[in-house]
């Protein structure tokens, strides 16, 4: 364990955005998202986006029929956080009912709303009727240009709400993930929780090495001078890994009892991004706790 004495930098959240479809995925979701404006004294907006061109293809009665369930959810939404959690709306939060495509319509709201972090669910499959499924939570983490936490459908710690004490990074030496360890020694530090730093190794980048030892004390050296000076006060401990990436990265995070885990994202670039780059929509479907992406620049097919 290493205790690093540097200056400190904040997270500074002072608005989050949270999306909801109703679902078990994003009430759980929404529940991390109050939580954690609490935590910040931030505003908080909770919003669901009606896909009315969807409806209004199958007709205007079924555009009114879809508008008017949407905002018995929203009242009912309301009831269950004022009953559960003491929440009461206009104070502790604010409701909107937005219109259009999910996801460009939660990064508009986000932008309008001056949102330093926006929080999803996802329920890491397809179905008919939902909105915050695979390809939606995942344009939103790629394009935002603020963290975005998602809560997958296997979190196992539902209960907790949002108190990391363990955090665990998944750094590749990207740009998106320099950014990423930056957010996750200043949460880290700020919750005074402990930061694991995790670089995975697949078997084909070591074939032919032969001083193996060597090739991973050089990373455990990249991975702590990737939190450069926001370190002051953060217990934190390096780890390179062997094997395939996404579940080494899973194994690892229930090894460790991880509350979050973060790792950097490359921007949205076209339709073939899970094609070229899957691994960051799989851990955020199978991860056990909430993950949070922090993105990096946009790619240019």
Same mark, same amino acid.
């Given at each position: 364990?290493?205790?690093?004495?540097?200056?400190?930098?904040?997270?500074?959240?002072?608005?989050?955005?949270?999306?909801?479809?109703?679902?078990?995925?994003?009430?759980?979701?929404?529940?991390?998202?109050?939580?954690?404006?609490?935590?910040?004294?931030?505003?908080?907006?909770?919003?669901?986006? #009606?896909?009315?061109? &969807? +409806?209004?293809? %199958?007709?205007?009665? $079924?555009?009114?029929? /879809?508008?008017?369930? !949407? *905002?018995?959810?929203?009242?009912?939404?309301?009831?269950?956080?004022?009953?559960?959690?003491?929440?009461?709306?206009?104070?502790?939060?604010?409701?909107?009912?937005?219109?259009?495509?999910?996801?460009?319509?939660?990064?508009?709201?986000?932008?309008?709303?001056?949102?330093?972090?926006?929080?999803?669910?996802?329920?890491?499959?397809?179905?008919?009727?939902?909105?915050?499924?695979?390809?939606?939570?995942?344009?939103?983490?790629?394009?935002?240009?603020?963290?975005?936490?998602?809560?997958?459908?296997?979190?196992?710690?539902?209960?907790?709400?949002?108190?990391?004490?363990?955090? #665990?990074?998944?750094? &590749? +030496?990207?740009? %998106?993930?320099?950014? $990423?360890?930056?957010? /996750?020694?200043?949460? !880290? *530090?700020?919750?005074?929780?402990?930061?694991?730093?995790?670089?995975?190794?697949?078997?084909?980048?070591?074939?032919?090495?032969?001083?193996?030892?060597?090739?991973?004390?050089?990373?455990?050296?990249?991975?702590?001078?990737?939190?450069?000076?926001?370190?002051?006060?953060?217990?934190?401990?390096?780890?390179?890994?062997?094997?395939?990436?996404?579940?080494?990265?899973?194994?690892?995070?229930?090894?460790?009892?991880?509350?979050?885990?973060?790792?950097?994202?490359?921007?949205?670039?076209?339709?073939?991004?899970?094609?070229?780059?899957?691994?960051?929509?799989?851990?955020?479907?199978?991860?056990?706790?909430?993950?949070?992406?922090?993105?990096?620049?946009?790619?240019?097919?």
């Amino acid at each position: 364990m290493v205790t690093a004495q540097l200056n400190p930098v904040g997270v500074g959240i002072h608005s989050v955005l949270i999306a909801t479809d109703f679902s078990r995925c994003s009430t759980v979701a929404v529940n991390f998202g109050l939580e954690l404006a609490q935590e910040y004294r931030a505003k908080a907006y909770v919003v669901f986006v #009606l896909p009315s061109d &969807d +409806f209004l293809i %199958a007709g205007r009665d $079924a555009y009114v029929a /879809a508008k008017d369930a !949407a *905002r018995r959810d929203l009242l009912e939404l309301k009831a269950e956080l004022r009953h559960t959690h003491s929440y009461t709306e206009g104070e502790d939060y604010h409701l909107l009912l937005m219109e259009g495509e999910a996801a460009q319509s939660i990064l508009d709201c986000a932008r309008q709303n001056k949102a330093d972090a926006i929080v999803v669910g996802t329920h890491g499959r397809g179905g008919l009727g939902k909105m915050l499924m695979g390809s939606v939570a995942e344009r939103v983490f790629r394009q935002s240009p603020v963290p975005v936490m998602t809560v997958g459908p296997h979190l196992h710690r539902a209960a907790r709400g949002f108190a990391p004490r363990n955090i #665990l990074l998944a750094a &590749d +030496f990207t740009p %998106a993930s320099e950014c $990423a360890a930056h957010y /996750a020694s200043a949460l !880290a *530090r700020e919750r005074n929780a402990k930061l694991t730093m995790l670089h995975v190794l697949d078997h084909p980048e070591l074939s032919g090495v032969a001083d193996r030892a060597e090739i991973m004390q050089g990373i455990e050296s990249k991975l702590t001078a990737l939190i450069g000076q926001d370190t002051e006060g953060l217990q934190f401990c390096c780890r390179v890994e062997i094997g395939k990436v996404v579940p080494t990265i899973l194994h690892t995070e229930i090894e460790i009892d991880a509350d979050l885990l973060v790792m950097g994202v490359r921007g949205w670039s076209g339709l073939l991004d899970r094609l070229m780059w899957p691994n960051a929509y799989e851990i955020v479907r199978e991860a056990a706790c909430p993950v949070l992406t922090v993105r990096g620049k946009v790619v240019q097919q």
